[in-house]
């Protein structure tokens, strides 16, 4: 079993449309979490930086993290066909060495 | 805003060939860290440095190196690559451990 777990999806929603993505993660040593945006082929993308429980909002973004249950989310408001992309949650904080441990990704895709 | 630097972005290596990938981190940046990511997968870590010092070690194999100059950028050494190296390796930035990291548009290496 993986250290962390994401439905890989693929979701797909329309446009405006409010989206959920969560993961799951079993080391409760992981401190540090966070969320990316991949496109095809390229690098990952920062969207959310969290360290503590509770939400975090950032524009159409809000990163949420339940350190009891082992379970955070990111919530996209208002979901634009720009927003299709693979997700992948990041998480860090076992060894104290930055070390980022990711979700499968979910691949999502938001229909005009 | 200065993102993190990567070359060469695409490279095509013959089987036991030597491939160097380089890394220049976001300025200020003194922790680096190297992820290969196959496709359809999530990234992996391989290795990191932190102030120049190797500072966490994943499953990287024995036929790869890599350092961090006194200048924070950092190469990393395939030798002897096999066909099961061909993946999109991603350099990641951040100022110290645990905090955000930010990755660089990639490289794609091809072993033929």
């Known amino acids: 079993q993986k250290e962390v777990e994401q439905d890989p999806g693929p979701l797909s929603v329309p446009e405006g449309a409010i989206v959920s993505l969560n993961c799951t993660y079993s080391?409760?040593?992981?401190?540090?979490f966070m969320w990316y945006r991949q496109y095809s082929r390229k690098g990952p993308e920062l969207l959310m930086y969290?360290?503590?429980?509770g939400n975090k909002e950032d524009g159409r973004f809000t990163a949420q993290v339940d350190k009891s249950s082992k379970y955070i989310s990111l919530f996209i408001r208002d979901s634009q066909p720009s927003d299709s992309a693979t997700y992948l949650c990041?998480?860090?904080?076992?060894?104290?060495?930055?070390?980022?441990?990711f979700g499968q990704g979910t691949t999502l895709q938001v229909k005009p | 805003a200065a993102g993190v630097i990567q070359s060469p972005r695409h490279l095509i290596k013959e089987k036991r060939e030597t491939a160097t990938l380089k890394c220049y981190p976001i300025p200020r940046h003194d922790t680096v860290y190297w992820y290969q990511q196959g496709p359809g997968q999530d990234p992996q870590f391989l290795i990191s440095f932190y102030e120049k010092m190797q500072s966490d070690k994943g499953s990287i194999p024995d036929r790869f190196s890599a350092q961090q100059f006194s200048d924070y950028h950092s190469e990393l050494n395939m030798s002897s690559l096999e066909l099961g190296d061909s993946a999109l390796y991603f350099c990641?930035?951040?100022?110290?451990?645990?905090?955000?990291?930010?990755f660089g548009p990639g490289t794609r290496l091809t072993v033929l």
């Open positions: 969290t360290y503590s429980s």
């Open positions: 080391n409760s040593a992981f401190q540090y």
């Open positions: 990041a998480m860090t904080g076992s060894g104290n060495t930055g070390k980022l441990i």
């Open positions: 990641a930035s951040s100022l110290g451990l645990n905090n955000e990291q930010f």
